[in-house]
């Protein structure tokens, strides 16, 4: 028996990464997934393999920008007309740009700040009704390792991340009477297309992570997938309203030899 079993879920951003690692996940226990992107070929691609694994049906890939309400209220239609109903929602789609503060085009921080927090918003707004007449479920939301502490350089990010946290603190508590649980995941270095675009070996970067993180590696996007299901299934049933941290102990402190 699969953790998700009879459960169907949206998942954004899952054409790659640790979205990508959610749907395999999810699917693998049991869940019917729609699957949201703005990459169409790879999650056209990534939709047809865990139906030809499966079983047909178990899977449908959308394009979604998160950005877009209209595209949301495409993307729940969708998971309507296919599964009849929708009770999940990993809010992971994102972006990130480098950059000091003082350094940032209105721009960048406007484009970060528009897939970070706004895309989140229009998620919450879009599915959480649809949980609530499915009659309940969850909804967990990508926050980062940024969303509870500052890092030179991802200005807009960290910005966007934090209120994530906050919309997160927010759902929960306006959602709870609908039997809709709402938490976040707060991941550190995830070895994904994000953080490591060139794709380098892991092992070619241990020495960096070897004095950044207490664990001493970057994390894998398994390791993130693990924790959504975590929060998304019912191991998790007195849960709701918190940023879970995932990042090999980063935030605990340094270590200097
Ligand atoms: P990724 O770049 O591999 O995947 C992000 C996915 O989001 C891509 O498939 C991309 O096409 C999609 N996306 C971007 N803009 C979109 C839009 N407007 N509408 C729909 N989809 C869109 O990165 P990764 O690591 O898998 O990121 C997943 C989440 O985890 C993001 O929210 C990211 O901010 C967060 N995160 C990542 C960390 C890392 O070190 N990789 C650390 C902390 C948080």
């Known amino acids: ?63 979604l920008d998160v950005t877009r309400e209209q595209d949301w209220a495409a993307a729940v239609a969708v998971a309507k007309e296919r599964f009849g109903r929708i009770d999940g929602l990993v809010n992971n789609a994102g972006i990130l740009r480098f950059n000091e503060l003082v350094s940032t085009p209105l721009d960048e921080f406007q484009a970060v700040v528009q897939v970070n927090q706004t895309g989140c918003f229009l998620g919450i707004k879009a599915v959480a009704p649809e949980i609530e007449a499915a009659g309940g479920g969850t909804i967990v939301n990508t926050a980062s390792y940024t969303g509870v502490t500052g890092m030179a350089g991802v200005g807009a990010y960290a910005a966007s991340k934090h209120a994530v946290v906050g919309l997160t603190r927010v759902a929960a508590v306006e959602l709870a009477g609908k039997g809709i649980r709402v938490n976040a995941v707060c991941p550190g270095a995830i070895d994904t297309p994000m953080s490591n675009p060139e794709g380098v070996d892991p092992a070619a970067t241990a020495e960096l992570y070897r004095h950044l993180v207490p664990l001493g ?36 402190g340094v270590r200097l030899f």
């Open 217 to 252: 590696r970057i994390g894998r996007p398994e390791e993130v997938a693990a924790l959504a299901l975590f929060l998304t299934g019912e191991d998790s049933s007195y849960i709701t309203g918190q940023p879970f941290v995932i990042d090999g102990g980063w935030l605990a």
């Open 1 to 63: 028996m699969g953790k998700l079993d009879g459960r169907v879920v949206l998942i954004t951003g899952a054409a790659r990464g640790q979205g990508e690692q959610e749907a395999r996940l999810f699917a693998a226990e049991g869940a019917r997934l729609v699957l949201g992107d703005v990459l169409d070929a790879p999650g056209e691609a990534l939709a047809k393999e865990l139906a030809e694994e499966l079983g047909e049906g178990r899977a449908v890939h959308v394009h």
